[in-house]
């Protein structure tokens, strides 16, 4: 159990859909990741926040939309996505962006 | 070429065996990571280290600032440690991470 979980998952979305990944700590942290792992390539940042705040973009197409409520969730609203977008998509947590960070088991995304 | 660099890409082993994973890259940096991801995704923090050398159970790190190198090493090797073994550096921002592509390790039993 690492304190940081996922739902949904697995998703499967027509490139019409409009859908939310949802992330939940309960670690007590301030910063919370998004991450994209696409097949046989590198983990890419894709957002971060501290405290709420959005810190990081990392050049994301807008149709991800990425809301912190509080401290301990995080979304990344999905609409409009393509194909190339399916992926696994990791959620991390750390007490703060120099600390080690924790991940939740993941999103596997297919658009179709 | 990749800032994060790591070799094998690929290693299979025997159960018992004494295990190495590279790690190199090109760039300044504040800390690095290990990583282990399993089948399904997900991802567990397995060391986190700016210098010398960290012990956990029968997993050491070593990293070198000075050659830009790091090694993971697995001592008495278990098929439960097959997965995919990853090193990111914190470059810059120490916010961001740069990904190694990750090393696939199957251990046979």
């Known amino acids: 159990e690492t304190g940081v979980t996922q739902t949904p998952r697995h998703l499967v979305m027509g490139m019409t859909n409009k859908k939310s990944l949802k992330c939940e700590q309960h670690l007590g942290h301030n910063a919370m990741y998004w991450y994209k792992q696409s097949a046989k390539k590198p983990l890419e940042l894709m957002f971060v926040?501290?405290?709420?705040?959005?810190?990081e973009n990392n050049s994301v197409p807008s149709r991800f939309s990425p809301e912190c409520p509080n401290s301990s969730h995080l979304f990344l609203h999905l609409h409009t996505l393509q194909p190339e977008d399916s992926a696994l998509y990791l959620c991390a947590s750390s007490q703060d962006p120099l600390w080690e960070q924790y991940f939740g088991p993941g999103t596997r995304l297919t658009v179709t | 070429k990749n800032e994060v660099e790591q070799s094998p890409q690929n290693l299979t082993a025997q159960e018992g065996e004494f295990i190495t994973i590279n790690c190199s890259y090109s760039?300044?940096?504040?800390?690095l990571h290990w990583l282990q991801q399993h089948p399904g995704g997900g991802i567990v923090s397995l060391f986190m280290l700016s210098s010398g050398k960290k012990k956990h159970g029968r997993l050491i790190a070593t990293i070198n600032i000075q050659e830009k190198h790091s090694s993971l090493h697995i001592t008495a090797s278990h098929p439960r440690d097959s997965a995919v073994y990853i090193c990111?550096?914190?470059?810059?921002?120490?916010?961001?991470?740069?990904f190694g592509s990750g090393t696939q390790l199957t251990v046979l039993p």
């Open positions: 990111a550096v914190e470059t810059g921002s120490a916010r961001q991470l740069t």
């Open positions: 926040y501290n405290f709420k705040e959005q810190t």
């Open positions: 760039v300044g940096i504040s800390a």
